[in-house]
């Protein structure tokens, strides 16, 4: 029997054999991650060498104006060693007052800055090595000795003294320890003179053929300017035991004795 039927709509599917999958497309997922972690190590790669850069120019400014500074002060020295010298000329005494003043601001803050010190370092006696700080003996306690010489006299009630003696005179400190010490002095003059106005410093040991000069300063007075002038000295000094060191003025007679200080501090 021939079958005649005929239909308009397409046969189903052959159904799929077993054991068997459809293709799928070739993918780049393991390319995608490669590519990806390159890309971040080369971000970080590159925001180091920029952090690298900028910590290294700010090191390098640091260091610049820290030169330009020490240049600077070495400069200023140069230039108070020779006003101390009188190398200079008339013109520039201006800029010596000046120079002097800032010396002299840099001192009291070394000064204070070594109290400062002595205080967080002080040992459990509350000690710190030697040290003095002198006040000039007052009129009211002068037995006209002050006058008779040319060594300024210290009034002992109104000083400061550790491990340092002072002779009975008066006039002299006494070390009693070896080291390397810090020495200062500052005299101010009231009352003109001949004579340059000039106090110094001034060191002798146990015999007298060892007295030897450290430290000199120079001022003086116009009736121009102002009716006072101030010295001032400090230097580092290595300092052996039973040495004395002493200050001296050119005229005491013409000294300001409210303001006059001696003094030294053991460094090491």
């Known amino acids: 029997m021939i079958n005649t039927f005929h239909s308009s709509y397409n046969p189903p599917p052959v159904p799929p054999?077993?054991?068997?999958?459809?293709?799928?497309?070739?993918?780049?997922?393991?390319?995608?991650?490669?590519?990806?972690?390159?890309?971040?190590?080369?971000?970080?790669?590159t925001f180091g060498g920029f952090f690298y850069l900028f910590k290294k120019l700010n090191l390098l400014q640091g260091h610049g104006s820290y030169h330009e500074s020490n240049h600077e002060d070495m400069t200023n020295l140069l230039r108070l060693d020779d006003c101390v010298k009188e190398k200079l000329g008339e013109d520039s005494r201006a800029e010596c007052s000046e120079?002097?003043?800032?010396?002299?601001?840099?001192?009291?803050?070394?000064?204070?800055?070594?109290?400062?010190?002595?205080?967080?370092t002080a040992g459990p006696n509350g000690s710190n090595g030697p040290a003095a700080h002198m006040v000039l003996l007052t009129e009211r306690k002068d037995t006209k000795e002050f006058m008779r010489s040319n060594n300024?006299?210290?009034?002992?009630?109104?000083?400061?003294?550790?491990?340092?003696?002072?002779?009975?005179?008066?006039?002299?400190?006494?070390?009693?320890?070896?080291?390397?010490?810090?020495?200062?002095?500052?005299?101010?003059?009231?009352?003109?003179?001949?004579s340059a106005l000039k106090q110094a410093i001034r060191v002798t040991g146990p015999k007298k053929q060892e007295d030897k000069?450290?430290?000199?300063?120079?001022?003086?007075?116009?009736?121009?300017?102002?009716?006072?002038?101030?010295?001032?000295?400090?230097?580092?000094?290595?300092?052996?035991?039973?040495?004395?060191?002493?200050?001296?003025a050119t005229n005491t007679s013409l000294v300001n004795r409210d303001s006059c200080s001696f003094g030294l501090f053991k460094l090491r």
């Open 99 to 120: 120079l002097i003043e800032n010396y002299k601001a840099v001192i009291e803050k070394v000064l204070q800055s070594n109290k400062k010190v002595s205080r967080l």
């Open 17 to 45: 054999r077993a054991r068997y999958s459809k293709p799928q497309p070739v993918g780049n997922t393991a390319l995608v991650k490669i590519l990806s972690v390159m890309l971040l190590m080369l971000m970080m790669l």
């Open 213 to 248: 000069e450290l430290l000199k300063a120079f001022c003086s007075l116009n009736d121009s300017t102002s009716n006072l002038c101030t010295a001032s000295l400090a230097g580092v000094f290595q300092l052996q035991k039973d040495q004395k060191l002493y200050v001296t």
């Open 152 to 194: 300024l006299l210290w009034d002992l009630d109104h000083s400061m003294l550790q491990e340092v003696q002072l002779s009975s005179k008066g006039d002299m400190l006494i070390i009693q320890k070896p080291g390397i010490y810090f020495i200062y002095s500052q005299v101010t003059f009231s009352k003109q003179s001949k």
